[in-house]
Antibody, heavy 116, light 111 residues
């Protein structure tokens, strides 16, 4: 059974940093691209970042470019999102998602709140 | 980059059928999309991948009541024999130029 379990969310002040993790199991993690997708309170889904299976290709939404860094460790079956210079508008639930052209599995999400 | 347009809300009665629409922007009518369901307070769940031909592949455990179809730039999700647990937000998704794109979502109310 495919499982994606996010962790690392919490309350952080504007300008602060946070690192999200996603532990993957139930599939060959190193064979799939992975995404981070977020959802602000009461809003729709927003793609944040993608990373290819071998980390060769990395992409970001314009809203986070230069502030967020996606990475992965295939030996640990883990995906990461380093978030710096956080803003109030980054407040959202962040989902780890498996990429098979479109998203075919989602994690349960981790809440990031940016507030003073 | 494609834009996906969805109606903001829909409603249908318990036991009836409903057809939700996701429309691809001009020049992107051949794109494959996915449908996702998000029940209140839960993470999204992948329902199916839907091609422009109308062919679709459902995710694991998705009931037979859920089906997909296509016509031109429109992609449809049909839910038959509506159940109370089908009350949820439904999102369509596609990708292009290394970017994932989501529609704004349709809130389905089961009456």
């Amino acid at each position: 059974e495919v499982q994606l379990v996010e962790s690392g969310g919490g309350l952080v002040k504007p300008g602060g940093s946070l690192r999200l993790s996603c532990a993957a199991s139930g599939f060959t993690f190193s064979s799939y691209s992975m995404n981070w997708v977020r959802q602000a309170p009461g809003k729709g889904l927003e793609w944040v970042s993608s990373i290819s299976s071998s980390s060769s290709y990395i992409y970001y939404a314009d809203s986070v470019k230069g502030r967020f860094t996606i990475s992965r460790d295939n030996a640990k079956n883990s995906l990461y999102l380093q978030m710096n210079s956080l803003r109030a508008e980054d407040t959202a639930v962040y989902y780890c998602a498996r990429d098979f052209e479109v998203t075919d599995y989602w994690g349960q999400g981790t809440l990031v709140t940016v507030s003073s | 980059q494609p834009v996906l347009t969805q109606s903001s809300s829909a409603s249908a009665s318990l036991g009836s059928s409903v057809k939700l629409t996701c429309t691809l922007s001009s020049g992107h009518s051949s794109y494959i999309i996915a449908w996702h369901q998000q029940q209140p307070g839960k993470a999204p769940r992948y329902l199916m991948k839907l091609e422009g031909s109308g062919s679709y592949n459902k995710g694991s455990g998705v009931p037979d009541r859920f089906s997909g179809s296509s016509s031109g730039a429109d992609r449809y999700l049909t839910i038959s024999n509506l159940q109370s647990e089908d009350e949820a937000d439904y999102y369509c998704e596609t990708w292009d130029s290394n970017t994932q794109v989501f529609g704004g979502g349709t809130k389905l109310t089961v009456l």
